[in-house]
């Protein structure tokens, strides 16, 4: 790994301009506050290597899939949170120069994000290639008190010369994403126009119809004093400008210029009423001034760290690294809108499209659970209750019926937008880490409420599901389930995968639990949902009863060793210390079929399993599995070294529980 940055407690800095590092630093460096979000692009124009990439929760494209063999079952689209309008765009010209960090002799750069208070700032003094010295002083937010609010202060120095400097303030709707599948752009323009010192531009997707409104009003100070400049109006096909001339700048003084942003989508605004929303609103954000703007933002964030903070003590880095999730999670999603979801990477580029995983149910979902008011957790679950109908969808798309859900691997809607075969189609232990997040959600809360209005009509589709997806073999008079490949990516088309079966056969029980405790509970409630589904309770639990007596574990002879699937022991047995540094890791230096027939891990799997149901193991049994698993474990995901460190305290090995963090 390639380590750049300074260690600090509450910030992210990077000290020296490297343009190899630019990509990677607008996506560590970006912000958010769960409506919207950027990469940490230059305000600036920049030729060099760059992702320029503004995103806004929930609105997406379904980008036409591109695959060299289709198979039934495939999603029509891989749906992407897009990279949308421009916001940030300052342009500076110097002269006849215009301002470029990929052109100029950068001689001091420093950028920090300051995690505490939500603030990006940057610093730099460049020279120009007709010798011209600037120094410039940037610093922006995206309001967490007002989700529609953004920032952008941006203060240019010129140090030894006089001449005139133009400002080009603007927003940019002619964007693309860099993973678009066949290189089209997907925004039409729909309006814009300039009124009363406010410029406005409303773009709207060529598929589906999502909207994003986006204005501005930029204000400039000489030496700390507002002047007031007449803006020349440039605009083009998705675009408007605002540039100004000034020609009284003199050396050593300074020019701010502040832009304040009203921005929404179509999911909390009609399009046309866009207009007069931001017209509306964008005065009143400029009147209370940046410092005001911030102040507000940063109570906004300091409460959400009184309740979220996790110290650490003795280890700088570790302390950085622990905030700098729980800063990224808080900014990605904030629970105040059940329409919206976690994606993998945030708001910090283009990688996964944005979508939702079971990421969020396995992973994500008790961090909101234990430092959130529970309606955050809550509205997770509500996000997959909504998008019940379209998991049903899913799951006649592949052949079963009668209410059976099977809940897409990739989505932004509902509708399955994921295309490799081996996880669309056969990783479908994703249904039992929806169900496991509802268990979750009601033991910590009691909200048994939810179970009867909404968690119990999920866990009746996905347990339909389940037995549907089972077969009886009648050479191991048991029933199985064939084909499918569990959270370790490294296997696919295998048979009873242990981590599969196991979370199946307690979805079941679990759903037949809160069946009594919603008809001991809420019987109005209960008897209204199964007239709703067509449930027939006694012959359907029957069924299921004698799944769950009857379904295979595999399990290593004479040993504690849960086999992670069937033929994983015919596999020659090797350690991650046998694979030598120079082929580390092995996705990026193997083919496909050696890893298939590797015996390595990517992630936890058997020990995922366990760590979802550590209270059913005995410590002998979770020791054992963790020491059989975990040498062959390369852990080449994020989602493993966290599952693994959490067990390895669960049996005192602290020192690779430390490792492993």
């Known amino acids: 790994m390639k380590k750049y940055l300074e260690v600090d407690e509450w910030k992210i800095i990077e000290k020296g301009f490297d343009p190899s590092n630019v990509e990677s630093s607008e996506s560590i460096f970006s912000i958010g506050n769960g409506k919207m979000g950027q990469r940490a692009n230059f305000e600036e124009h920049y030729s060099g290597h760059s992702l320029q990439g503004n995103y806004f929760a929930g609105i997406f494209y379904p980008d036409k899939t591109r695959v060299g063999w289709w198979k039934i079952g495939y999603p029509e689209y891989f749906g992407k949170m897009i990279n949308s309008v421009n916001w940030i765009g300052i342009d500076i010209i110097l002269g006849n120069e215009i301002l470029d960090l990929a052109k100029c002799t ?23 290639k007709e010798g011209k010295t600037v120094k410039v002083f940037t610093r922006r937010f995206i309001s967490m008190a007002d989700f529609k609010t953004a920032v952008i202060e941006y203060s240019i120095t010129p140090i030894n010369f006089n001449d005139t400097i133009y400002v080009m303030s603007y927003l940019d709707g002619d964007v693309k994403n860099r993973d678009s599948n066949y290189k089209e752009k997907f925004w039409d323009e729909a309006e814009k126009c300039f009124d009363k010192e406010i410029a406005f531009l409303r773009v709207k997707t060529k598929k589906l119809d999502f909207h994003v409104g986006c204005g501005m009003k930029t204000e400039f100070y000489l030496n700390d004093k507002k002047i007031f400049k007449n803006a020349e109006i440039i605009k083009k096909d998705k675009y408007i400008g605002t540039r100004y001339f000034f020609n009284e700048i003199k050396q050593n003084e300074t020019l701010k210029i502040t832009k304040f942003l009203c921005n929404i989508t179509s999911l909390d605004c009609y399009p046309d009423k866009m207009l ?5 609103n964008l005065p009143m954000i400029s009147n209370k001034g940046f410092n005001t703007l911030f102040e507000e933002h940063c109570n906004s964030w300091h409460k959400k760290w009184e309740k979220c903070d996790i110290k650490i003590e003795g280890d700088i880095e570790a302390q950085q690294g622990i905030r700098f999730n729980i800063f990224q999670l808080n900014q990605t999603y904030t629970g105040e809108d059940e329409r919206l979801n976690i994606g993998p990477k945030g708001f910090t580029g283009e990688k996964y499209g944005g979508g939702t995983y079971w990421d969020t149910e396995a992973f994500c979902f008790p961090f909101y659970l234990c430092t959130s008011n529970q309606n955050v957790a809550r509205n997770l679950l509500l996000y997959r209750y909504k998008q019940l109908p379209k998991a049903i969808e899913n799951g006649q798309k592949l052949g079963f019926t009668d209410g059976a859900a099977l809940f897409p691997m990739v989505t932004v809607n509902g509708e399955e937008c994921h295309n490799e075969w081996e996880i669309t189609f056969e990783e479908i232990h994703r249904n039992g880490a929806i169900a496991y997040a509802i268990y979750n959600y009601i033991r910590h809360t009691d909200d048994e409420e939810y179970l009867a209005k909404y968690g119990l009509e999920v866990l009746i589709a996905i347990s339909r599901f389940w037995k549907q997806r089972v077969n009886f073999s009648s050479v191991k008079n048991k029933y199985v389930i064939l084909g499918v490949t569990g959270p370790n990516e490294y296997e696919n088309n295998v048979n009873n995968n242990w981590y ?4 199946a056969r307690w979805t079941l029980q679990y759903t037949i639990d809160v069946i009594d405790l919603v008809k001991s509970k809420y019987i109005d409630i209960y008897n209204s949902l199964i007239k709703k589904i067509n449930f027939d309770e006694s012959k359907e639990i029957k069924v299921w009863k004698n799944i769950i007596d009857n379904l295979y574990l595999p399990i290593i002879e004479n040993t504690n060793i849960f086999l992670q699937q069937e033929g994983y022991l015919d596999k020659e047995m090797l350690t991650s210390k046998d694979i030598p540094q120079d082929q580390r890791p092995i996705n990026q230096h193997w083919s496909w079929d050696r890893i ?5 891990i990517k992630q936890a799997d058997v020990i995922q399993g366990i760590y979802f149901f550590i209270d059913q193991f005995t410590f002998d049994q979770v020791k054992e599995n963790f020491y059989f698993y975990e040498p062959k474990t390369v852990h080449e995901s994020s989602l493993s070294p966290s599952i693994y460190s959490v067990v390895a305290s669960h ?6 529980a430390y490792e492993l963090y």
């Open 106 to 128: 950068v001689t001091e750069f420093y950028r920090e994000l300051n995690m505490y208070d939500g603030l990006l700032a940057r610093s730099f003094t460049a020279i120009t």
């Open 276 to 280: 007069e929303e931001i017209t509306n």
């Open 500 to 503: 599969t079966n196991y979370i």
């Open 596 to 600: 298939l027939r590797s015996c390595f």
């Open 651 to 656: 049996i005192g090995d602290i020192n690779k």
